[in-house]
């Protein structure tokens, strides 16, 4: 596919489900040694071993990716157990505070705790990989953001604007750590049918933000979301991503940093 990306070692948080999941089964796939991080240990720990049951390395780890400390040990954990952290992806991601989903207004919590994990959260995880980068002069920073940042929306202001402020810092961080030869790229995913999306359009369906989706299953609803707003008329896949990330991480990228990629077969351009 892309570069080979054996002998590098790879930390993925948000490594339990959905994207980021993908995310490390791609890597692994080009030969990288994958540590999936997880506020979800369990869910960490099923996605290492999904890998190491086909013949690769991995460990799954939890992460609080809001606490400096957790971040930092987790860091030092992969360091002291491979010698190295060669990426670091930042996937973890909420959409709001604690049942979410349940409610149908935004609350103070979903402002503080999306920003905590989506903007906090990747400023600590990039800082930590960057300490041990530094010192090698040599790194991969793939930040997770969506195509929520570049465009406004009624249903979840505090959402769209944490992702916006991804790939603001994404851009910061590129300008800052150039001179240690590490690369900072951000990712904007576009509709993929992970969990998030089927609590977005449970909330939806459930509280009557749109009356003519009365009836339909979450999936249902998905479909016609895609068929409606994507130009190419197909979800995204986690593969898609994973895939991109791969190529961002790769020697063949060496030049691009501070960038912020869409996938999002064609919706943005509409």
């Not at 869910?43 to 971040?71: L, W, Y």
């Not at 992806?89 to 409610?103: L, T």
């Not at 992970?194 to 003519?212: A, F, N, V």
Request: hydrophobic share 40%; glycine share 10%; aromatic share 6%.
């Amino acid at each position: 596919m892309f570069g080979d990306l054996k002998g590098k070692v790879a930390i993925v948080t948000g490594g339990a489900s959905g994207i980021g999941r993908g995310i490390c089964l791609v890597l692994e796939q080009q030969g990288a040694t994958v540590v999936s991080a997880d506020l979800n240990l369990k869910g960490a720990e099923a996605v290492a071993s999904e890998i190491t049951e086909r013949g690769g390395k991995a460990a799954g780890f939890e992460i609080d990716v809001t606490k400096r400390e957790s971040v930092e040990r987790v860091v030092a954990k992969v360091v002291r157990q491979w010698g190295q952290v060669d990426i670091m992806v930042n996937d973890a991601g909420v959409i709001g505070g604690a049942k979410w989903w349940e409610r149908g207004d935004t609350n103070d919590d979903d402002w503080q705790h999306t920003f905590d994990v989506n903007v906090r959260g990747v400023v600590l995880a990039t800082e930590a990989a960057a300490d041990h980068m530094k010192k090698r002069r040599y790194g991969k920073v793939v930040n997770i953001a969506s195509i929520a940042a570049l465009r406004g929306g009624p249903e979840y202001p505090h959402y769209n604007a944490s992702k916006a402020a991804v790939v603001s810092y994404t851009k910061s961080a590129a300008i800052r750590l150039a001179p240690f030869s590490i690369n900072v790229n951000a990712i904007c995913p576009g509709l993929l049918w992970t969990p998030m999306w089927e609590k977005i359009l449970y909330r939806r369906t459930r509280h009557g933000l749109d009356e003519s989706l009365r009836g339909l299953t979450e999936r249902q609803v998905f479909e016609r979301i895609v068929e409606m707003t994507v130009p190419l008329k197909r979800e995204q896949t986690p593969e898609d991503i994973g895939n991109l990330t791969a190529f961002l991480v790769s020697e063949e990228a060496k030049n691009i940093t501070g960038q912020a990629m869409i996938v999002d077969g064609g919706r943005t351009s509409v």
